[in-house]
């Protein structure tokens, strides 16, 4: 994998637009992988990368789930946080000011019902620091909320209608995988106004401690993250990329620059880097050197011309 | 606080320390230097080139020791063979190169020189401590409890005999120092000589009743260093959260890993 001494090969056009948010390059990271951002300033400059997306928000401070919260599974990781986090007033009080100027920030928003969602989105909207807001429609792992409006069509199209009416900032939807199709979410998404979606959020899973008997995690369910799902998540990019002209963010288990380029090539325009921050700190820096790098190598001067470039078949490859 | 890192830091030695025991030296540069009771996260599927994704977190390890060398520092790691990613770690030969993030977490606070320092210890949680046992020697007088199954568990021991301090062994068969619990050793410390400054690092069980011991002795203060699966070791995984004292909850990583015993929600550790 590479290293943070890496420079461009050549010279490679990575901005992009996404959405209606301009990014320098295509990496972000995603919800719940990235704290408020701050955390990361002493490992790397934070504009660097295309933006950030921060945690979840939700109109009170919610403190999260009891341990067990998290647990190691085959290339991947089980979490069920609770969606904790300092709520949106803090969020914008005390987290958007510690962050550098110049790094795009989506704000992820969550809740239980469709009105504190548009509460949420309209607190948001005016604040100077937030480029966009990014509607988490697919939580797994928590009592009520988000995954229900992400695997019913009707409830999705409310929830968006809802936030688009409540804000004028960029709209971007985070769909979950536990869904039938996820090409008729996206279409959803659109159709309400979204200006973007973002996929896939965690596969709700399951792992038992055979020495107790019992669930691993408290919460017994949990969402599935990592290289583990990454196959998963390039399948659904894929088919949400040939289902709606919205741009598409691609998430799932992108740990190195390669792994993103795949993202491109199945259609996402930018990508969000997830559970690789936890491993390390560096990985969004690095998978935004490591595409510009593999672009600069294989003869692709804008990144833009990878987006959706996945040939048809093997035999087809040029 | 440091400022922690992020590197890939080469093997200059994994020893083996007998039975499922090995010593880790790291070459670090730019250390930053750590105080007692931090800790790094060792990625043991990311040496070198051949990275791999399963196991995919890294290991929390407290720092054990640290000394200057060209410039950067060695930095040594006493860890237990106990699973598949510490199995991977114990596979790293020198010249490899094992990701590293840290200095993390918040030290033990220094002590007071007014009261003498117990430290208890017991299994892998000893060597959480060995960086403190070296410092408090300065500033007051220190007294060593060490704990374990088994003589050859006792991880360490050489090095904390060789500080000149009182070192108390205790074994559960007996086959080093005192047969029992560690506990018991500091049960009897503290009647003998009255309020101390506690340290505790060790099975929850252990560490409970230190703080019991600690809190019924009049005067005397505990802080102990918790243990929990964590995927980052900074404060964003959210997931080594455990309950505090008197409500919600506290990360072990960055709010800890030491905490005052009375802010520790015993009974709902994991």
Redesign the interface.
Known sequence: MGGASVSAPGRVDTRVEMGGVTLRNPVLTASGTFGYGAEFAPFFDLRRIGGLVAKSLTLEPRSGNPPARIAETPSGMLNAIGLENVGVDAFVAEKLPALPEGVPVIASVFETEVDRYAEVCKRLTGVPRVSGLELNASCPHVKSGGIEFGQNARLLATLVRAARRASSLPLWVKLSPNVTDVAEMARVCEGEGADAVSLINTLQALDVDLATRRPVLHNVLGGLSGPAIRPVALRMVWQAARAVAIPICGIGGIVTGEDAVKFLLCGARAVQVGTANYLNPLAALEVAQGIERWAGEHGFPRLADLVGRLEASREGSS | MT??L?L?APVVENRDEGGPHRRLRLRVADWPGFEPGQFVML?PG?RS?A?R??????RPMAVYRAEPCDGGALVEILYKVTGRGTTLLAEARAGERV?M?GPLGRPFPAPPPERPVLLVGGGTGIASLFELAARAADAAPVRVLLGARTAADLMGRGDFEALDLEVGLATEDGSAGRRGLVTELLEEALDRQGAASVYACGPTGMMRRAAELAAAQGGSCCHVSLE?????G??????????RRPG??ALVCCDGPVFAAEAVAWA???
């Open positions: 400022r922690p992020r890939d990625s990311a080139e990275e994704s399963d196991p995919l977190l890294p990701r993030v929990n699966t964590m995927a980052c900074f404060g964003v995984c959210l997931g080594c959260a455990v309950p919600g909850f709902g550790l994991p």
